[in-house]
């Protein structure tokens, strides 16, 4: 895709992805750094605050819960104490502990009147002063089991559900009551009540620098909200209940969290701004209340957000800086190279008289440069000798053709050769190679019953080897005509060859007569190739050897002369080694086996069928391999007298 940009462009792009890559990933760690580290921070925040606001409300609650409990052991070591003196010590109590609102000693044996209820003083704090009030108390058994059971069952302090007062504008209260015992039995005389006002609670919740949208709340043992900034749910709503109101699981999962009393943090959705915030919680051991705290995360993620904009801006300005700087490196390499690509556009139109400008400098442009230029120049040079060398080479090629247009000529190539003839059926076929080989085939009636055949293969290709043939096929001729006999031709072809063979070349010639009448063949091989005489009686043979050289090796070369009688229906095939040396691809052979079994196999009438349906089969498998030698075949099937 870059290659459609010039080389200026790639290296800046290229410049630009490296250093943004770089940046990035180096930002992206930071932030992932800074962001687990807020987290943390966020975390220990959370619960710093909530372990807080949990000692306070311990600290206070232990304070009243000792208050309470000296003034019960007080009553209890003086059972006998009157109403004033009862009076007094309360007064001294909430004077010396702000923390307590009101305070009164309930007696376990109080006597009701006729509506069943009974009447107690109560010291409590009104403008800042304190007061004494008659208080009218149930006696009723399931009001006496609810303010006395759990206190007389475990002997210890307890402190009531959070409720509202009745009297004081609704205030929430909370309240302490510990157990009053006497004399050396231990008896149950009743209880000293301590009442807290939780205003002071709420407030140091909501003073609490928790952000814009966080917050803390305090839950009861049930999981009743205490202190929570929306009203509504104090002393009222249940997080149990919340979360089924508003289909919050998380709520739900919260709600089950709080009777376990543990500490803890989570990460959960606000129910006031509807924001991902850290819950932290904190158990208040004296109560059973649970502290909770709810930081936003975009609180402590403002910062980080502050830093990523400044990194952006940063960032933009150093790439602007950095693509400028680029460009500049990059239009410094790239315009030498662009005035070189001008110039050298010249070559491409054939044009090599125009040297190259010169670059200054010893850099990789100047190299190029000068490497252009001597290009040039290599090319003008190597570009006429190609045009001297393409030159000799057309001449040669004419030479090439004209020297296989003669030995195409030399070869009889109109079948049927003899249609006035049927006592004998002929064919012939040379497919010459790329370059001009040397073989050679003829054939000729000697007189109305005699039919020669020779076939033969110059060892040498091109030009010389084409004019070998010629020589060897006109002396052939011309000694045809003088006799019959196929080893006395051959003697004395062997003789005039090797009279003027100044280049020791040589030749394989099988030279046979076929007397038509008798069908007798006697023939000469001068290191041939031993033709196949086959039939559909006898299968594919070879005819007997007759022995003797190649011509032109030796003037006195002797030849032996063989004979052999054809039957009617016999066919004899003569070839040149380009057909069994034949090569496919894979540099196999076509092989002597793989012709016999093609000519054992040949079921055609006439020897045109066989020699083209066996070139047809050497083609193809010799296909994808470059023909190296000529394809030569002669084929004569005796057919007797007709």
Known sequence: MLNRYSIAWRMTILVLLGAGLILGSISAYSNWVARSLINGELEGQAKFVANSVAGRINAVEQSVTGATTRMASAIGANPSMSDSERETMLRNALMWKDDIYGAAVVPYTAKSDS??????????????????????????PKDLQDRFSTVMKTGRPDWYKPYFGQG??????????CP??????????????????LDWLRSLLLKLPLGKSGYAFLVSSDGTYIAHPVKKYVGVKKIADVAVETNRQDLAELAGRIPAKKSGFSVMRTGISDRDSGLALSPVRSTGWTVGVMLPLETLMQPIVKLDRADVGIGITGFAVLLL????IARSISMPIRHLDAVTRTLSTGNLENPLPVVDGNDEVAHLSHSFEAMRRDLKT???????????????????????DIQMSLVPSKFPAYPNRHDFDLFAILDPAREVGGDFYNFSLIDSDHLSLVIGDVAGKGIPGAMFMAVTVTLLKALTTQACDPAEVLRKLNEEICEQNDSNMFATIFFGVLCLSTGELSYANAGHNPPFIFNARDGVSEIPRAKGPAVGISPMSAYKAGALTMQTGDTLFL???????????????FGVSRTKRILSDFEHESTSDLLLDLRKQVLAYSYGAEQSDDITMLAVKYLGEM
Do not use: P
């Not at 004081?168 to 009551?177: D, G």
């Not at 070839?575 to 052979?589: F, H, I, K, P, R």
């Open 168 to 177: 004081l504008n609704k205030t929430l209260m909370v309240t302490c009551a």
């Open 115 to 140: 509506t069943g209820k009974c009447v107690v003083s109560y010291v409590h704090r009104v403008g800042g002063k304190l007061i004494t009030s008659q208080v009218t108390l149930s006696t009723s």
């Open 180 to 197: 009053i015992y006497v004399g050396k039995e231990h008896k149950f005389w009743g209880v000293v009540e301590s009442d807290v006002s």
């Open 382 to 404: 190597q570009i006429e000798k190609l045009r001297v060398t393409t030159e000799a080479k057309q001449r040669i090629e004419t030479e090439i053709h004209i020297a296989r």
């Open 575 to 589: 070839y040149t080694d380009g057909v069994t040396e034949a090569a496919n691809a894979g540099n196999e052979l």
């Open 325 to 328: 700087i680029a460009l500049l």
